[in-house]
């Protein structure tokens, strides 16, 4: 079983539908998550930093952690054209100085 | 934040040869990390490099296949040696925030795009 597993997609969806994408993991010492957006032919961005079980709002973004499920989402509300990129799921923790990733989702919005 | 340039952008390479990538960071940062991308895999850490210390590799990547040097806070390069096809990839390197106290928030070169023939 992968560390870290995210479907690849790709996922299209019309100009203003929300997107949700998620991730499931294996390891019970990730403590910290994080969703990277990553356009063509650039290097990869943090959007969205959670720590541990919850939510976490940030504009049209939300980030949930259930640890009890190891199971991680990101929705993007009202979704825009400039929303279309690659979406990576990372995470980490248990004294291991290393970020693990999922493969990252492909996310196109159609206007 | 802080700035990430990566030289070259992309190239093409000979079967054998070898390819330095270089990495700039426009602050002094602690630590610095060298990853590959390939196309539909995780990205994956190849090693850790602490200015002032050897590297740290990740389980599947040697020394001698993709040295590394550390010369500075701001400054760091990647060789890819005596590269087959297989090394076809993104290699990007990424830093830790300078602001944070956290690796985790991460922020990663453009990255260099390189073929072997």
């Known amino acids: 079983q992968k560390e870290v597993e995210q479907d690849p997609g790709p996922l299209s969806v019309p100009e203003g539908a929300i997107v949700s994408l998620n991730c499931t993991y294996s390891?019970?010492?990730?403590?910290?998550f994080m969703w990277y957006r990553q356009y063509s032919r650039k290097g990869p961005e943090l959007l969205m930093y959670t720590y541990s079980s919850g939510n976490k709002e940030d504009g049209r973004f939300t980030a949930q952690v259930d640890k009890s499920s190891k199971y991680i989402s990101l929705f993007i509300r009202d979704s825009q054209p400039s929303d279309s990129a690659t979406y990576l799921c990372a995470m980490s923790g248990g004294g291991n100085n290393r970020l693990a990733f999922g493969k990252g989702n492909q996310v196109v919005v159609i206007p | 934040s802080a700035v990430i340039s990566q030289k070259p952008s992309r190239d093409i390479c000979q079967r054998g040869t070898s390819l330095t990538i270089q990495c700039q960071v426009d602050?002094?940062?602690?630590?610095m990390f060298w990853y590959r991308q390939q196309p539909g895999q995780s990205l994956t850490l190849i090693a850790t490099a602490n200015q002032g210390s050897e590297a740290t590799y990740e389980s599947g990547f040697v020394i001698d296949k993709f040295p590394i040097s550390r010369p500075n806070l701001t400054f760091s390069t990647l060789t890819v040696s005596n590269m087959s096809p297989e090394d076809s990839s993104i290699y990007l390197c990424?830093?830790?925030?300078?602001?944070?106290?956290?690796?985790?928030?991460?922020?990663f070169g453009p990255g260099t795009r390189l073929t072997v023939l």
């Open positions: 390891n019970s010492a990730f403590q910290y």
């Open positions: 602050s002094q940062v602690t630590m």
């Open positions: 990424s830093v830790e925030d300078p602001g944070s106290s956290s690796y985790n928030e991460q922020f």
